[in-house]
């Protein structure tokens, strides 16, 4: 893990007691949930922090959805029941907006998301092979916002799939650095108009919801 109070222009690691991370989820600027184990065979506990990670406590029962590092092709709901949203293939991460909205993105590169709490799952990628995944409500309605290679867009392009349709947002300039073989090497969040795009040790953000995106 890691932490930045500039913006993105310079990371801490954050020392943390987990050998693996499932999940991590921000709540405000201290504030931080991450799911993990400690070690091979382990099940997954939760760390709750309040000072951005200086110290950790005990996050209670696991009450958020995470994928399984035991079972890599499952997901946990909030409810604690596990499903498998990608078939045989293993969830790479999840994205949820309450305990039954949330949005995966498999190995394949294809985005699933549920609407009643992982009990039914349904492809929203059709045509496109996605590298990182968010979610977020609009017109009161779950979408999933999405980064991938696309026609048009030398580095990663995002958009945005809800109700059927794909909004081009914007395409984030890589510097000339080549976008293949980016799947598990991308991290993609958009809330309101602060956007983030993580690509291996390089920050992209956005201030305008992901439709411009430059170096911090």
């Known amino acids: 893990m890691a932490h930045t109070d500039n913006g993105g222009r310079t990371w801490?690691?954050?020392?943390?007691?987990?050998?693996a991370i499932s999940r991590v989820q921000v709540t405000?600027?201290?504030?931080?949930?991450v799911v993990g184990t400690e070690g091979a065979g382990c099940r997954e506990t939760a760390l709750r922090s309040t000072d951005t990670g200086q110290t950790w406590a005990s996050g209670g029962a696991l009450a958020l959805w995470y994928r399984s590092l035991a079972t890599p092709t499952a997901v946990v709901n909030s409810n604690g029941r596990a499903?498998?949203?990608?078939?045989?293939?293993?969830a790479l991460s999840v994205s949820a907006l309450s305990a039954t909205s949330a949005a995966v993105l498999c190995e394949s590169g294809k985005v699933v998301e549920t609407a009643d709490g992982g009990g039914n799952w349904v492809e929203v990628s059709r045509g496109l092979s996605a590298l990182a995944v968010?979610?977020?409500?609009?017109?009161?309605?779950?979408a999933a916002l999405v980064a991938y290679v696309a026609d048009g867009c030398s580095g990663v392009q995002v958009a945005s799939i809800a109700a059927?349709?794909?909004t081009k947002?914007?395409?984030?300039?890589?510097?000339?650095?080549?976008?293949?073989?980016?799947l598990t090497h991308v991290a993609l969040s958009v809330e309101g108009n602060a956007g983030w795009l993580i690509v291996d040790g390089d920050?992209?953000?956005?201030?305008?919801?992901?439709?411009?995106w430059s170096t911090p």
């Open 28 to 33: 405000d600027a201290a504030k931080v949930v």
């Open 164 to 166: 059927g349709a794909t």
């Open 203 to 212: 920050t992209y953000t956005s201030d305008d919801g992901g439709k411009t």
């Open 12 to 19: 801490e690691d954050v020392p943390i007691p987990f050998g």
């Open 134 to 142: 968010d979610a977020r409500v609009e017109a009161s309605k779950l």
């Open 83 to 90: 499903g498998t949203p990608c078939g045989n293939g293993k």
């Open 169 to 182: 947002l914007g395409c984030v300039d890589l510097g000339g650095r080549s976008n293949d073989g980016l």
